[in-house]
């Protein structure tokens, strides 16, 4: 009897507390509920095609090639001893008898050569200009021949001269001595001069350098 009183007590009691919890909840439940939350637009973006990126393209190797005007050295001229002020050499044999010719000079070197289909024919110790009348550099062409030319400026004879610019810078006979210098023109001697006149023709090339030397092989660019 008494356990049956205890039992039904705790049966009152657990369903008086489960009614309050329940009502509890309830509460809970009305006092806590979030307020509904309007539903964002769903906003569509428009699918973006990715950037094509560039396919690399090799680029073709820059290659040295002669000018359409080059020559190939195929001879030099053997010169015995040193080449001193006043020296040249002249030798036509084994080079062709006709072709292209091409005159070198390097200032540093103080050398001219003369070249035909790229046979040495012919190579001259030179005189240039003095600092203050410097001769020019560049590929420059033969413009003038005359045989028995006196300078307008100088009034001094320049013999089978050979024009190069305008302003009279040329080739021509002269006395080359050591520590001698010209006013830009380019000074042979004399006989040399007389043979260079003789081989050399209007347009072609005389190309002045300074300390550029050309071997068997070698190709004339300028």
Same mark, same amino acid.
């Given at each position: 009897?008494?356990?049956?009183?205890?039992?039904?007590?705790?049966?009152?009691?657990?369903?008086? !507390?489960?009614?309050?919890?329940?009502?509890?909840?309830?509460?809970?439940?009305?006092?806590?509920?979030?307020?509904?939350?309007?539903?964002?637009?769903?906003?569509? =973006?428009?699918? !973006?095609? *990715?950037?094509?990126?560039?396919? *690399?393209?090799?680029?073709?190797?820059?290659?040295?090639?002669?000018?359409?005007?080059?020559?190939?050295?195929?001879? =030099?001229?053997?010169? &015995?001893?040193?080449? #001193?002020? $006043?020296?040249?050499?002249? &030798?036509?044999?084994?080079?062709?008898?006709?072709?292209?010719?091409?005159?070198?000079? &390097? +200032?540093?070197?103080?050398?001219?050569?003369?070249?035909?289909?790229?046979?040495?024919?012919?190579?001259? !110790?030179?005189?240039?200009?003095? %600092?203050?009348?410097?001769?020019?550099?560049?590929?420059?062409?033969? #413009?003038?021949?005359?045989? %028995?030319?006196?300078?307008? +400026?100088?009034?001094?004879?320049?013999?089978?001269?050979?024009? +190069?610019?305008? &302003?009279?810078?040329?080739?021509? $006979?002269?006395? !080359?001595?050591?520590?001698?210098?010209?006013?830009?023109?380019? $000074?042979?001697?004399?006989?040399?001069?007389?043979?260079?006149?003789?081989?050399?023709? +209007?347009?072609?090339?005389?190309?002045?350098?300074?300390?550029?030397?050309?071997?068997?092989?070698?190709?004339?660019?300028?």
């Amino acid at each position: 009897m008494r356990v049956s009183l205890r039992t039904g007590l705790g049966v009152a009691m657990l369903v008086g !507390v489960v009614g309050v919890t329940a009502g509890g909840a309830a509460m809970l439940l009305s006092a806590e509920r979030p307020a509904p939350v309007a539903a964002k637009p769903v906003v569509r =973006v428009a699918a !973006v095609k *990715p950037t094509p990126v560039p396919v *690399p393209v090799a680029t073709p190797v820059a290659v040295s090639t002669p000018a359409p005007e080059a020559m190939v050295v195929r001879r =030099v001229l053997d010169i &015995d001893g040193p080449f #001193t002020h $006043g020296r040249w050499v002249w &030798d036509e044999d084994g080079a062709p008898a006709d072709g292209k010719l091409v005159v070198t000079i &390097d +200032l540093d070197a103080q050398v001219l050569s003369v070249f035909r289909d790229g046979y040495e024919i012919g190579a001259a !110790v030179v005189l240039y200009g003095a %600092d203050w009348k410097p001769t020019p550099l560049g590929a420059l062409k033969i #413009t003038e021949k005359d045989a %028995d030319h006196v300078s307008n +400026l100088y009034g001094a004879p320049m013999p089978y001269m050979l024009r +190069l610019t305008n &302003d009279g810078i040329s080739i021509h $006979g002269s006395d !080359v001595q050591e520590g001698a210098a010209t006013h830009g023109c380019i $000074g042979v001697p004399t006989a040399f001069a007389r043979k260079l006149f003789g081989v050399a023709k +209007l347009g072609d090339r005389v190309i002045i350098t300074n300390g550029k030397r050309l071997g068997m092989g070698g190709a004339i660019t300028a």
